[in-house]
């Protein structure tokens, strides 16, 4: 993908719809890297993801449904969020049929839209700091639990397609202990916006 530019705003893609989710975590983790992700008009190029699903102890959903979980298990194409740590909130993307319970965290962005509103909400400057990691987007983009269960194709939401070929890295997932063997974080190689850097074999 080429370096975008923060002084111009880029085109945006087809509109994602709730269809694209109904696939397997792992086909659509890939894909969104690349997507814009916007809420209230505020985020940027979707460019870390990591893939959960119910049959991987990593995973809410592996011990079944809970009052905090419950999304993940409904229907594909809804927003998943809960607090990390008690510290601060994470955003994912439910997939698959009905009764699966995987989702796809959202890791990183590259911001492109609404700088003075992520600046003033993260109190940074740095662009490379301002969607650098799961806490750090859902506080820029204005992300917390009211957005829990809120569809991804309507607003304050919307998602986007990527308008271009990007090279996908893989590696494994970061702070986990458990399944931390599957290779199922996906970004742009390269990127300067990554929570942390891909393995340069990746």
Partial sequence: MAPTSMTSTPRLGKALKRAFFARSVREVAPDLIGATMLVDGVGGIIVEVE?????EPAAH???????RNQIMFGPPGFAYVYRSYGIHWCVNFVCEEEGS???VLIRALEPTHGLAAMRRRRHAVDVHALCSGPGKLTEALGITIAHNTLPLDRPPIALHARTEDVAVATGIRIGITKAVELPWRYGVKGSKFLSKPFPKSV
């Fill in 101 to 103: 319970a995987a989702a």
């Fill in 61 to 67: 959903s592996y011990n079944g449904p809970t009052p």
């Fill in 51 to 55: 893939a959960y699903h119910h049959t």
